[in-house]
């Protein structure tokens, strides 16, 4: 499977898909590359927040899903799905971009009151912030790092109207790292 080929279809069919926020899941993923890059990161950390939802495209299922206290593991997911075809370092800042807000909300007492209402609410069925146990646990993951950058693109990708480049543009980013 062209899986870069892939990706583009299913921001086509499901990008549409709600957020829980005032904008789609598919400009929620694209407005996170595009922060991640305006930050100038580097494009394994451009490439893991233009595909930290993919989760949520591939299930079709609306972030506030979670208004019904199902949590939908759409991080599991998305890494899952595309552990085959991009290296660890991706598919971590994906697979742990949940924790990363559970750990930056007891490490950072201010964090917690800067997300989002969808992020806050998300938190409590994602199992609130994280104990000290956890933290310690979470820094030992060799790409913690890179998922709390990944952390804070998402955090940043939730404008009404924000202009830039398209999904192409981004995918030409990530096209780099399949089979690395
Ligand atoms: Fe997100």
Redesign the pocket.
């Known amino acids: 499977m062209d899986i870069i080929q892939f990706i583009k279809q299913q921001f086509e069919d499901n990008g549409h898909v709600a ?1 829980g926020e005032d904008i789609s899941m598919g400009e ?2 694209l407005q ?1 590359a595009y922060y991640a890059e305006q930050k100038n990161s580097s494009d394994a950390i451009i490439t893991a927040a233009l595909l ?2 993919f989760g ?1 495209l591939i299930l079709e299922l609306p ?1 506030d899903i979670t208004e019904k206290g199902i949590d939908g593991y759409h991080e599991d997911i998305g890494a899952k799905f595309l552990a085959p075809y991009f290296p660890k370092q991706i598919i971590d800042g994906i697979a742990l ?1 949940v924790q990363a807000k559970r750990y930056l909300c007891a490490v950072k007492p201010k964090y917690h009151g800067q997300l989002s209402q969808a992020s806050k609410n998300t938190l409590t069925v994602q199992g609130g912030p994280m104990d000290a146990q956890e933290v310690i646990a979470f820094e030992l993951e060799p790409f913690y790092k890179e998922a709390l950058q990944v952390r804070l693109f ?1 955090d940043l ?1 939730k404008e009404a109207a924000l202009t830039h480049p398209d999904v192409d543009y981004y995918l030409s980013i990530a096209k780099q790292f399949v089979g690395k």
Do not use: C, K, N, P
Request: glycine share 10%; charged share 25%.
């Open positions: 957020y929620h993923m996170s930290h939802d949520h972030e971009h998402d990708g």
